[in-house]
């Protein structure tokens, strides 16, 4: 593992407030992660999930209680906050509403005395770089949301930081805003080299931007991966629900063979899957995602395994269909079909026996993970 | 709601009578320091400046005004409290700066005790402070003059820049100061670049309060003044305790405009807000 | 040299904090309790102190002036007690005078409403003497009201040196004291409830007595605080408007210390103003927090 490649590592942090309400809260509780170099890492979790507090240790608002940082191998012990070589973009943007853009975006090159030449000269290229050319003279109130994050953007990669933090930048921008300044993120960090590690609640965001995702729930790391992985291989049902539309059922393993496996559910339904490494008798709970359930049709290949239920609901969304489905009366199933198969969904009638059939790749087993 | 319309002609009057019972005995002063007339000061005889030529020491031109008192000590009155009021804004200005600084963007434990120590000296009758000081002067030894009153102002003086500077503070986004340290500004710079010129307003709005209060301040400098310091407000209530002399009109008048210039700027000051 | 991030706030916070404690601890915190101590302390022969206890200050106050229940005299008392009846009918006048006002200045619109705050608030800064001088101009026996008088009907009134004339010019000081809070609450009374209540059929007064008063009763109560602690201890209003004829308890205390030179009895005097503020700030934030489930929340 070289030394050189880790922008920044990140021992078993702990952090804790105490609150007036509810006694000792652990934001964050022996998290560990470490970032290479040219890498874009979200942070994903709900609310409280520990993911700002996270950032705000890293950029050294706040102070560890247990556990080290190093950032490019050095130990951010004691160091504070305006002597770290991290940069950091806020969800308001934390603009100087007093000073003109080019002294927003300049700040941390007139603090150090650069040359005004120079410093000109820098501030012209990393507006360019944003798509903010000759907007030097303006005020902060004089942009809108977009401009103005780009501006803090600016402002916080002139310096060529190794590690850039970005909390819930995008949070503030309307829908299609949104996605626009995702792509250009994307291709920023890229340009740059430098990392990233940006902080959402967004799922959407997190699987469409990063390189990994570290899915964060009450102060502790529930999986670290690519998008991919967590998507199809979520290792708990927390990961599973929050990540994504899923059904996950609870049942116990009844059969094996061939490197395949039965699980009846506790709804008395029974499916199959990969065999993960699981033996008969064993409890599992079967995660599959709605998208991967088939609508059964007179050319649906009858070699897949199948499962009925009662359809209670379809809800059209424009791209797909939404449809619930109860099983056994007791448990619901939602299926996402989509729109190519307009045709088939017309013919369904609510309160009828419906059927789908699925790959047997499709359903994950999660073995019970830290909630 | 035809009931509205006479309530709100009533209301309007009321307003305007209102407004008449606050400003007329300033404007009956103002006016009549150009009264001529040195007995029966309310009987108007001529229109004449003469009053504030005496008083600023120039020779009069009508021969009504010529029992006018010495002018050495009105202008030394003011100059004396001209001085005290610099020297206090400086002080209390500074120092309730610190404390609105202190209170607002730290976290310790002794704080409500501090907001408190601010509160105090502001609902404290000014007699109260006032003998208290010069007990503490005189038990002391301490001289009673310019420097025992400036000490005395700035007791209370504080706590109004605080609260001024404080409530400007507290509207101010923390995260500005944040964004500072995280572009590389230590506490002294981040201070100097972003939070002074963002609290400026409030940070003169204090002190013209602060000068103007110190100006104003009658009650607590009676007490701890001594026998010779005397600042303009003394000067006046000396004056008013022996007898109504013609010329208090207009030093009155002087003291009026001079106070309304301060305060006026004093309140637009404060109430700038940023967008 | 790493510090940790708290010790280098300790040390922001000590230097922000430090003079100010010190200043204020010394001309502050020492001066008021020596002014405790010298209550209780016995007057020396000629002006000074003997450092012994002695309770007779506060007993001549209570009306014994040499400890003989013979000479009771009630006087320091009832000057107390005028002094405090004085304090409250400034404190309803100028919450009759105010409100009024603060309700039409609340229903103006947004530019004329600074203006007329502004007005409000201007007078606040001119001194003392020369808003009452104003009134010692309008009210003595060749004053503005008795020229006009004599004018028109050739009679003269002689209104200075009495109660009303002192209450008048503690009511003209202390208008502005009682504008602003007084303002702050009667511009957030939220107009739909007025018409709520007319609309459910209450007469006018039946909707200021059972809306609207209700609702500004934090800022009628704020007010009166603000103008009732200065109104106790005042003694400038009655010495000029006054003369011998009104006497408070500010003015006991301004005699005892600058011609009777009995600094200890005046203190004990002082201590009954303080005694008559403290009272009140006590009912005040009892009658506050009996309302409220008692949480504080404290600022981060």
């Not at chain 1, 050294?60 to 906050?81: N, R, W």
């Not at chain 1, 700040?107 to 050319?133: C, F, H, P, W």
């Not at chain 2, 010329?247 to 700038?272: D, H, Q, T």
Request: charge should be positive; charged fraction near 15%; hydrophobic fraction near 50%.
């Amino acid at each position: 593992m070289a030394e050189t490649n880790q922008i920044i590592e990140v021992k078993a942090a702990v952090r804790r407030f105490s609150t007036p309400e509810m006694g000792v809260i652990t934001a964050l509780d022996g998290v560990s992660l470490s970032v290479q170099s040219n890498e874009f890492i979200t942070l994903l979790g709900p609310s409280g999930c520990g993911k700002t507090t996270f950032l705000r240790c890293i950029s050294g608002f706040e102070e560890l209680d247990e556990g080290q940082i190093f950032i490019d191998g050095v130990s951010m012990k004691g160091i504070p906050a305006h002597k770290r070589p991290v940069n950091t973009v806020f969800q308001n943007y934390a603009l100087f509403p007093h000073l003109s853009i080019s002294n927003n975006v300049g700040y941390s090159l007139d603090i150090r005395g650069v040359s005004k030449k120079e410093r000109n000269q820098r501030v012209a290229d990393v507006l360019d770089m944003v798509d903010l050319t000759g907007m030097e003279r303006r005020m902060p109130h004089q942009l809108s949301g977009g401009q103005q994050q780009r501006v803090a953007l600016a402002r916080a990669i002139i310096n060529r930081p190794k590690l850039l933090l970005l909390d819930e930048p995008l949070s503030a921008l309307d829908h299609n805003l949104r996605q626009a300044m995702r792509l250009e993120l994307k291709n920023l960090q890229h340009r740059l080299g430098i990392s990233f590690i940006f902080v959402t609640h967004d799922q959407d965001e997190a699987l469409t931007m990063s390189d990994r995702i570290v899915v964060l729930n009450g102060g502790h790391i529930q999986q670290i991966g690519v998008p991919t992985e967590i998507y199809d291989h979520p290792v708990n049902r927390f990961v599973a629900e929050f990540i994504g539309e899923s059904n996950i059922f609870k049942g116990t393993v009844c059969s094996t063979e061939n490197g395949f496996l039965e699980i009846e559910m506790d709804n008395g339904i029974r499916m199959k899957a990969i065999n993960q490494g699981l033996s008969v008798g064993q409890s599992a709970e079967l995660m599959i995602r709605p998208e991967h359930l088939q609508l059964v049709t007179d050319i649906s290949r009858p070699d897949l395994p199948q499962i009925s239920g009662i359809l209670k609901q379809v809800v059209f969304v424009g791209v797909d269909y939404h449809l619930i489905v109860h099983l056994n009366d007791k448990t619901a199933l939602k299926v996402i079909v989509r729109d190519s198969e307009r045709q088939a969904v017309n013919n369904l009638q609510l309160g009828k026996k419906i059927t789908f059939s699925y790959s047997l790749k499709t359903p994950h087993i999660i073995t019970s993970g830290l909630q | 709601m035809q009931k509205g319309n006479a309530g709100k002609r009533i209301l309007n009057l009321y307003g305007g009578l209102f407004f008449l019972f606050i400003y007329l005995p300033i404007a009956l002063i103002f006016i009549y320091s150009f009264n001529s007339n040195p007995t029966n000061m309310m009987v108007w005889r001529n229109f004449t400046l003469d009053w504030y030529r005496k008083i600023l020491g120039f020779s009069v031109l009508t021969r009504d005004a010529i029992y006018v008192e010495s002018t050495d000590q009105l202008i030394a009155a003011v100059k004396t409290s001209l001085t005290i009021a610099m020297i206090t804004t400086a002080f209390s200005t500074l120092m309730g700066t610190a404390t609105a600084i202190a209170i607002n963007r730290f976290r310790f434990r002794l704080k409500k005790f501090y907001q408190m120590l601010m509160f105090v000296p502001m609902i404290m009758p000014d007699i109260v402070l006032g003998i208290a000081l010069l007990i503490f002067y005189v038990g002391f030894g301490i001289k009673l003059g310019a420097l025992s009153i400036i000490i005395g102002h700035c007791t209370f003086l504080i706590s109004y820049v605080f609260i001024v500077v404080s409530t400007r503070l507290a509207g101010m986004d923390k995260r500005l100061e944040e964004a500072s340290a995280d572009l590389g500004a230590n506490e002294w710079v981040t201070f100097r670049r972003v939070v002074l010129p963002l609290i400026m307003p409030g940070v003169v709005g204090g002190a013209l309060l602060a000068f103007i209060i110190s100006m104003d301040d009658l009650v607590i400098t009676l007490f701890i003044a001594g026998v010779d310091s005397q600042t303009l407000p003394l000067y006046i209530y000396g004056m008013l305790r022996r007898g109504i002399k013609p010329e208090i009109n207009a030093i009155a008048s002087l003291m009026l405009i001079f106070s309304l210039v301060v305060a006026s700027l004093g309140i637009y000051f404060r109430s700038k807000q940023s967008k | 040299m790493t510090q940790s991030l708290v010790t280098r706030q300790r040390i922001q916070l000590v230097s922000l904090l430090g003079p100010v404690t010190i200043f204020l601890g010394i001309f502050f915190a020492i001066p008021l309790g020596i002014m405790l101590v010298y209550s209780f302390l016995e007057p020396g022969l000629y002006g000074g102190v003997e450092w012994n206890f002695y309770h007779l200050n506060f007993g001549r106050i209570l009306g014994w002036a040499d400890g003989e229940i013979e000479d009771f005299d009630l006087v320091y008392i009832l000057i107390f007690l005028k002094s405090i009846r004085l304090a409250l009918t400034t404190v309803i006048c100028s919450l009759i005078v105010c409100y009024p006002a603060a309700y039409w200045i609340s229903r103006l619109s947004n530019k004329w409403k600074s203006f007329f705050i502004f007005l409000i608030t201007l007078p606040f800064f001119v001194s003392l003497v020369v808003r009452l001088f104003a009134w010692m101009l309008i009210l003595r026996p060749t004053g503005f009201i008795n020229w006009i008088l004599k004018s028109l009907f050739n009679e003269t009134y002689f209104m200075i040196y009495s109660e009303p004339a002192v209450l008048i010019g503690m009511v003209y000081i202390f208008v502005p004291f009682m504008f602003m809070p007084l303002y702050a609450s009667i511009e957030k009374l939220d107009q739909s409830l007025i018409e709520a209540s007319y609309d459910l059929g209450a007469s006018r007064l039946q909707t200021f007595l059972r809306v609207i008063f209700p609702m500004t009763l934090p800022g009628v109560i704020g007010g009166s605080i603000i103008v009732f602690i200065p109104s106790v201890g005042n003694f400038v209003v009655p010495s000029l408007l006054g003369g011998a004829k009104v006497m408070m308890i500010g003015n006991m205390v301004y005699q005892q210390f600058l011609y009777a030179r009995n600094w200890p009895f005046g203190s004990a005097l002082a201590m009954m103003i303080m005694a008559s503020v403290l009272g009140l700030l006590v009912i005040y934030v009892s009658m506050v927090t009996r309302g409220t489930p008692g949480s504080e929340t404290l600022q981060g």
